[in-house]
């Protein structure tokens, strides 16, 4: 079974703050994805990345920046936090394969910024 | 744009009702369409996926989907609900030829026992 883990389950911040979540798959996945999901707005992606050290921007990357220096790992990092990021934040991974690839998600991870 | 969007936001049935849940995309070319479930508390999981050959797509947990091209739709169903299906529903879709996934915004199930 693919397994994808993510660092936190709840994580609490001060506005200001840096903020990294981890993001770590197991299946050799080539593709991984960060989202957030809200109330009513569903999933929305913020980056994600098809290649060690190869990010493309997403529908909402103010904010948000990642990082991927190992396959298996893709960190997103909220630089300066503010309240208008607390979310629940989800990761996935999948395959590279054109026309295949479901995407497998982690358990996500809720940020709360006060 | 590309977007997938969903009817309903909130669906409450009894148990052993039908289900039918719409979910339209904007895709022009071929597309690759999918389901998601997240049950209280738990992650997201995939109920069933569509890509090609047999419009009409048999999940896991007795879940269906009738992939319609005319009408741009890849409506869910079950003939039949359980009080365990209670959870938030995710049509998803994408072209087959990249990762651009877009998800819809989600419809809520509440099945009353």
């Known amino acids: 079974d693919v397994k994808v883990t993510q660092s936190s389950r709840y994580l609490v911040k001060r506005t200001g703050e840096k903020v990294f979540l981890e993001c770590v798959q197991d299946m050799d996945h080539e593709n991984m994805f960060w989202y957030r999901q809200d109330p009513g707005l569903g999933l929305r992606l913020i980056y994600f990345?098809?290649?060690?050290?190869?990010?493309e921007k997403g529908d909402i990357p103010e904010g948000y920046s990642v990082s991927r220096e190992k396959k298996e790992r893709f960190s997103l990092i909220l630089e300066s936090a503010s309240t208008n990021q607390t979310s629940m934040y989800l990761c996935?991974?999948?395959?590279?394969?054109?026309?295949?690839?479901?995407?497998?998600f982690g358990p996500g991870t809720r940020l709360t910024v006060t | 744009a590309q977007s997938v969007s969903q009817h309903n936001h909130h669906v409450i049935l009894s148990e052993a009702a039908s289900l039918e849940l719409g979910c339209n995309y904007s895709y022009g070319g071929t597309v690759n369409l999918f389901w998601y479930v997240q049950y209280p508390g738990q992650h997201l999981q995939l109920l069933l996926k569509?890509?090609?050959?047999?419009?009409l797509v048999k999940g896991i947990k007795g879940f269906e989907a009738e992939f319609i091209k005319s009408k741009f739709s890849f409506n869910l169903r079950k003939p039949s609900v359980q009080w365990s299906d209670t959870a938030e529903y995710f049509c998803a879709g994408r072209p087959y030829n990249n990762n651009d996934m877009r998800f819809g915004a989600g419809t809520r199930l509440t099945v009353k026992p």
């Open positions: 990345s098809y290649d060690v050290k190869m990010k």
């Open positions: 569509y890509f090609s050959g047999d419009p």
């Open positions: 996935a991974s999948s395959l590279l394969t054109s026309g295949r690839g479901e995407q497998y």
